[in-house]
C-alpha cells in the first residue's frame, strides 16, 4: 500500500478517480479502463461491488457460501476480471477499505480526500488529484420510525441482507419484515431458504397500483421474471404476504434486555392510517423495515452540483443524458441518480464512462453503437424506477402512527413530540429548521437514517427531501485530518 500522498505525485498521473466500486462505479471504472484512461477507484469495503454485489471478506470467501444470495454474478465477474487485468498493467490503482470524506474543485480538476482505514486501528490519510471525477456512492435505507423501532432486534432490511450476504449470518428464528417496494421480496426469500421462519412480510402499497404502469412492465421483463422467482420461494417456504399492512408498532421483552418480541400490525386505508380493528400482534425476536432508499449526495453537494426530484420523495443528482452533472468534470451514476436498482446503475456507470472519455483527450474511441444501446436501457431501466416509486409511495399518514414519545432521532433521543411542537411553536418547515432546534439529525448518524422522517414531520407533502450540505462525509481523526493537511501541501 502506498504512503499518504504518494498517489498524487507527478510521476504518477491519473486521469479519473471513481469513488464506489458497486454495480455503477465498477461498470464506470471499466469503461474507463478499456478506454485508455488511467484510474483510481476508491471504495470504503474490503472487496469490490458494493452493497448490492457484497461478499463476506477476503479471508472468508469459499467458507461462507453466498452465491445463491446474488443476481448477475456473471457481470460482477465480467467486470471484475477487466479490472484484475488493468490492475496488472498498472493504468487501474484500486483503494479498498478508504473512506473518503471529502472532496475539493481545484483549477485543473479535482482533489479527493480519503483515510485508509485497512490498517486499524490507524488511519492514514490519502490525497488523489484527476482532471475528472466520477461519484458512484449509492444510497441508504429511508426509515419510518414507529412506537419501538428503537429496540434491539430492530433493523433495516438493507441491514438484514448485509449480514446475509457479508457474513452468511441470519439475525433471527422468527422474522417480520414490513415498508414497502420491491426489495422486501429478495430479502424474505433469502432469509427463508436459509432457514428463518418468516412469519409476516407486510406491503404497504397495493399490487393493483402497478396496473397504472404497464409500458414500464412490458419493457422489463426480466423484472417480472425476478419476482416470480422470489415468489415461489415465499410460497415453498409458506411465508404470507400481507398487501395494504405496515408494522405500527413493536414491544420488547425485559427477560431478554429488551428485545423486541411482539409486533404489532394493521391494516391501512388508501391515505396511510390504520383501519380500526384491524391491529394483529405476531411474536418475533427480529424486525427488518425498509422504505425505499436516499441517494447519498454527500460528495456531490459541496462541490455545488445540483439537484432534482427523483420522484419518490427523494432528491437526486441532477444528471445530462451523459451522466454530466451542471458542474463541469464531475460524472455520477447508479443511485445518486435515483434509485433505479443495479441493471440501471451499470448502465449509467458506462454511460458516464463514455463521456469521460469524450470530454478529455482519451486514447480509446468509444463505440457508437454500444454507448447507444446503453442509453436506451438507461431509459428503460429509469422509466421502470419511476413506475416503482409511484407504486410504493410513503403513505401520506405515517405519522399518524407516532405517539409523542416514540423517538424519531435516536442518536439525540429526540421525540416525535419535539419535532412536532417545533413546527407548531416555532413554524419550522424542513428537517434543517428543527436541527438547529432540537438537535435532531446531530448525531453519529448525521440525519442520515432520521432526516427524512422529520423531513416528512415538519414538510409539505409534495416537497421532496434533500439532505444537508456537510464538509465532512465520514468521521475522521485529528490526525488523519492533520496529516491530510501536509500531504496535500507536500505534492501541490
Sequence with gaps: MSEPGDLVAPSDPRDLVVVGAGPAGLAAAATALDGGLRVVLVDAGAAPGGQFWRHPP???????????????????????ATLSAHERTGRLTLLLNHHVWTTAREEDGFTVHAVDRGRAPEERAV??????????????DRQLPFPGWDLPGVLTVGGLQSLLKGGGVVAGRRVVLGGTGPFLLPVAAALAARGAEVVAVCEAAAPSAWLRHPVPLLRNPAKWAEAARYAGTLARHRVPVRTRTAIVGAEGEEEKAGRVAVVRTASLDADGCPLPGTERRIEADTVGVGWGFVPQLDLLLPLGCELADAGDGTMAAAVDDGQRTTVPGLYTAGETCGVGGAALAVSEGRVAAVSVLTDLPAPGRPNARRTAAERRAVAR??????AMAQAHPLPPAWPTWLTDDTPVCRCEEVTAGAVRSARADAAASDHRQVKQLTRAGM????????GPAVHCLVSA????????????????????????????????
Excluded at 409534495?462 to 491530510?484: F, K, W
Design 443 to 450: 448525531g453519529w448518524c448525521q440525519g442520515r437514517m432520521c
Design 461 to 492: 407533502r409534495d416537497q421532496p427531501y434533500a439532505p444537508a450540505e456537510r464538509l465532512i462525509a465520514t468521521p475522521v481523526t485529528l490526525g488523519a485530518l492533520a496529516d491530510s493537511g501536509e500531504s496535500t501541501s507536500d505534492h501541490t
Design 381 to 386: 431501466h429509469r422509466s421502470f424506477a419511476r
Design 127 to 140: 490525497v488523489l488529484r484527476a482532471p475528472a471525477l466520477l461519484v458512484a456512492t449509492g444510497a441508504y
Design 58 to 80: 477476503p479471508h472468508a470467501q469459499g467458507t461462507i457460501p453466498t452465491a445463491d444470495l446474488h443476481h448477475g454474478l456473471r457481470t460482477y465477474r465480467a467486470l471484475r
